[in-house]
């Protein structure tokens, strides 16, 4: 049957017997690609229903429909008429694993962060009211996603505006469901019947049941308080917010949804619907582990290298057995960046916040000022939404917080919203702040250990997984030429520099010897002894060429053209780089051995250096 | 009496009478010096005897006490040894005008920005339970404050982890309590008395009030739901956090503060008192117009140039009266940024979002995409908060925003945490975005036009105030010579054209004939018209120099140089820049029109570059 759905208007025709149907197809599609081609698996298998539910309702795309972080969107892509590419779902130039609307006029904005969908949806909804036109606004978003505070600061202008929008909190954790139990469903058939939307009629309820006296009283209420509160909880906090709200409701049951979502549809005011899916319906070993098949990684694929993430683990929980001030700080993320066995060996040390990387570098500054040493582990693109907390609280107090920022540079399948490419961008302009990359495992504990022992600032950038290799002798913090000759420089960092020596190779049979620098810290081009290696560098040779996987507007290139005179500046191109694997990614950006081989080759020939 | 008080401790000794004669010479002190070195008087006037009651409670600096955005801490900083340097506040090498480590062991930490104390407190509070030590924590935020999504995040996560920390919440709007009335007094009072926290003491009373038979407990109910929600408004959302609630209380009562403040400190997990204070309190103008006395300018401050707000305050009235596209929106900046008369005459289409940056630039990603012109007025430094909605949701969506970048470059008293030098570094990197900067009004209202006429992401980054001037002919955003001779071209942008021109004037008086290149665009030094200007003028001088009040890492310079070759980056060095007028700061910096012309006369020479 999936086959023949063109567009999501056809659902409005199915039978709720065929709308099941149409979910075990979906979900069997959804299994088979994920499990080759890498992606969110558990998400997207628990949103099914929830999908169909909400494109029976919604006519899209004149309705607005947003996904928040978009991992849940498989669905709905299969539902608009994506289901024959979607085996190149992730795959370079295929379908993206997020929402994309130059893929798709059904895809209303380009996801992959979190939290943000309510500000969209709140834009969407607003400049309809101001061009009174009548569409509906919907935004789907995860119990994680709620912990960011922009969802607060959607919701407070969302609520005080009295805009009308429809928000489904997709509840995968089941925390609030488990508490509620039966009386949820109870209370959401209240909420619906109207009046004075539940409240009311439940107060007057229990107090119709208050038995009389005293002590009875006083122990019936001591009961009654807590069932209050659980059903409450959620309730109070939408409440408080002007926010409407319904639920929870059992998110794979489609009738009951579709007929939630019709009565939300009908408030002139932002309404939040509750729903309560499992995250890895129906797929067993998701469902019994929703966490290891939250990410998925394509089949057959080698991790060449060795993961920095376990490195940096296995390096937090060594040091923390001897050194009581190291601390761990994560937004969400225990599991990606490697503290899954640090929280759980030193559990008072380790802190998740949530999706909140503001918060998170702003009390780790808070742990540093007090005699910690917190390390902040983020995502290098996530960290983006840190960078005012990190300059204002961090570096303006010179916090000896160390930034753990992983998954830098370019990142392979997951796209535009993922690649760590601002990261030198931002992170170079701060004064107070070190930023080193290491090249091999080796250079990424010893900068560890330099974090460690520096009172100040400190930030290590890396991607996911690093060659085997060794600091070597000395400051690590310390330029160093890996190799050395030749009349042109390839300064490079991080991952690059395996690219660099690789070129190197080339470029000698091709009868031009060059050097390698590895430039280990880079943000200090211009004083101290790392300035000194590069004022040298620009003596000694005839061209420096700056590879690195970085923007190549605001990256170490720049800086060194800035302090030295003209580099070759070889970085990341002045565009959003998509998905693909790493490799396709490097060539698309002319950053493969092969192409900087040619790029250097064609500059030193230009500057007439021949060998 | 306030010449006797050195410490904090002293005010233990105080009777009650003597505090109340202690405020008063403290708000003539604030009122006397602010009014002659410009400052943030409302806010502080209305916080010093919650100051007062705070230091009295607290036994600093081992307890550790956190002003968030620190524009109330006047009176703390009378209260802790710096009552005789006060006069020296917001000067040039004098006091901050926010808290700062660097002058006083009781400023806990560098503030400025909003909404961040919640989130440092928390890390103090983690580390002390850490190291097993018993200091007390606590942070003072406003109403305004309350409204940034960090604020949520961290109290989402001090809730959960119970951490023992007392938050202030100094609400000067007002708006609770009046709601509220007297009946929060009793609230208080019960909720201290212990218990059950009030709550069911409450519904018990109001229990037992209750009438009997049908349709007059309706009547009774449907009047008691209001009072009931109303006392329970903020409650709710706190609760919904596990967060312990206090108050309201009043903020000008000493003896009820401390009282309440030593309540709140016995709890072992989170509390929030609720301080009601009224902004301006003591000085009459301020008390009628506090949004006036928010900001006070030094006194005879004579403004150079015209305010770039007014400028586009009314450009936007004038657009929005034709084009139903166009729309504003501030974070709680309506006025500074110009904003406050077009909300006045276009309420439908002005969004004040709160101080809520992340927001306001994913709102407007969504009213773009729906077909409107959103026009987002940030000052600089608190656009940082914003970078990855303007990275995400803006350009990877190629939403037709426009980001009106007010107070960047160098922005005089309020020293370290608002100078808007990071700017440039931050956006330029960003794919699909033009950022410009003009260099008088005429082409601030001619970039005005330019991006209202594009259909993509645009930046306009401009100071406080430029010269009047005209835009000229052509294309507002290529580059454009403003004076042309000699071997040295100095390649300029912004405010920083005048002095461009001021050092070319002396250099010619020194026999050096210099162009000055106007660079209004700051990130096409590559591709496209731009980019073959700068490569024409790399071949016909013997020397570029960029002058910029950005930080010259990751500034225009290092772009210069990166393109064409080592150009001579005059920037913003790289620290945090201290208060002080704009010359000082430009003095400091080296960027004054003697030091540039120093210092491109050094590098001219050393060129070979006589004439």
Redesign the interface.
């Known amino acids: 049957m999936l086959e023949t759905i063109q567009n999501p208007g056809q659902l409005k025709n199915l039978t709720l017997d065929q709308k099941q149907a149409l979910a075990r197809e979906i979900r069997d599609r959804i299994i088979q690609t994920t499990l080759k081609n890498g992606g969110h698996l558990s998400s997207n298998l628990g949103a099914v229903e929830l999908t169909i539910a909400l494109h029976s309702v919604l006519s899209a795309p004149e309705d607005k429909l947003l996904f928040d972080v978009g991992h849940q969107c498989y669905a709905h892509k299969l539902l608009t008429g994506r289901c024959e590419r979607f085996d190149t779902l992730r795959r370079f130039q295929g379908l993206s694993g997020f929402t994309r609307?130059s893929e798709s006029v059904y895809d209303?904005?380009?996801s992959?962060?979190a939290s943000?969908s309510i500000?969209?949806?709140?834009?969407?909804?607003?400049?309809?009211?101001?061009?009174k036109e009548n569409y509906n606004v919907a935004a789907v978003l995860g119990d994680g996603a709620l912990?960011?505070?922009?969802?607060?600061?959607?919701l407070?202008?969302a609520g005080q505006?009295k805009t009308r929008m429809l928000i489904v909190l997709n509840d995968n954790e089941m925390s609030i469901s488990k508490n509620v139990g039966s009386m949820s469903r109870h209370l959401t058939h209240m909420r619906q019947s109207g009046a004075?939307r539940g409240?009311?009629q439940f107060?007057?309820k229990a107090?119709n049941r208050?038995p009389k006296g005293g002590n009875r009283?006083e122990r019936f209420?001591?009961r009654v308080?807590d069932s209050l509160k659980a059903l409450l909880?959620?309730d109070?906090?939408f409440?408080?917010?002007d926010i409407e709200y319904l639920g929870p409701i059992d998110g794979h049951d489609i009738s009951e949804m579709e007929k939630v979502f019709r009565t939300a549809l009908t408030y002139d005011r932002p309404v939040v619907v509750h729903v309560v899916t499992r995250k890895g319906k129906g797929y067993a070993p998701a469902e019994e582990n929703p966490s290891k098949y939250h990410g998925v990684s394509p089949a057959g694929e080698i991790a060449s290298g060795v993961s920095c993430a376990s490195v940096v683990g296995k390096w937090l929980i060594e040091k923390a057995e001897t050194d009581?001030r190291v601390?761990g700080v994560s937004a969400a993320m225990l599991s990606g960046t490697g503290l899954e066995e640090f929280s759980k060996r030193f559990p008072?040390?380790c802190?998740d916040?949530?999706i909140?990387e503001?918060?998170a570098a702003?009390?780790?500054?808070?742990?540093?000022?007090?005699?910690?040493r917190?390390f902040v582990a983020l995502y290098s693109t996530f960290m983006?939404?840190a960078?005012?907390?990190i300059?204002?609280?961090v570096?303006?107090?010179r916090a000896p917080v160390t930034l753990l920022i992983d998954r830098s540079g370019l990142n392979g399948a997951d796209g535009?919203?993922h690649q760590g490419v601002?990261d030198t961008?931002?992170l170079?302009?701060?004064?107070?702040l070190t930023v080193c990359a290491p090249s091999n495992t080796g250079e990424l504990r010893a900068m560890l250990e330099a974090a460690l022992e520096r009172n100040a600032p400190f930030a290590i950038k890396y991607p996911k997984t690093l060659p085997e290799g060794e600091a070597g002798e000395g400051d690590v913090t310390r330029w160093k030429y890996v190799i050395k000759g030749g009349k042109v420089c390839v300064i490079s960092y991080g991952r690059m520099v395996s690219v660099a020596l690789k070129a190197a190779e080339m470029l000698k049979e091709k009868g031009l010897a060059v050097s390698v620098l590895n430039a280990r810290t880079l943000?200090d081009t211009?004083?101290g002894e790392n300035g000194r290696i590069l004022r040298e560098a620009s003596e000694e040779y005839g061209l420096l060429a700056v590879l690195e996987d970085s923007?190549?507007?605001?990256?170490l290139?720049?800086?060194v053209?800035?302090a030295?005179?003209?580099?070759l500046?070889l970085g990341v191109p002045?565009?959003?780089i998509p998905a693909g694997s790493i490799d396709e990614q490097l060539k698309y950006c002319a950053l493969d051995a092969g192409s900087v081989c040619e790029r250097v080759l064609q500059e030193a020939r230009a500057r007439g250096i021949d060998r």
Chains 1, 2 share one sequence.
């Open positions: 609307p209303t904005v380009a992959g962060h943000d500000s969209l949806a709140l834009g969407f909804a607003k400049a309809r009211d101001i061009k912990t960011g505070g922009m969802c607060y600061e959607a407070n202008d505006s004075y409240f009311k107060l007057r107090i208050l009283m209420f001591s308080k909880v959620s109070m906090f409440d408080s917010l009581e601390a008072e040390r802190f916040v949530g909140a503001e918060h702003a009390m780790a500054a808070g742990l540093a000022l007090s005699g910690l917190p983006q939404r960078y005012d907390q300059g204002m609280d570096c303006l107090n535009e919203t601002f961008a931002l170079k302009s701060l004064p107070n943000n211009i004083g923007a190549a507007c605001g990256g290139g720049e800086s053209s800035g030295v005179g003209g580099a500046c002045d565009r959003f």
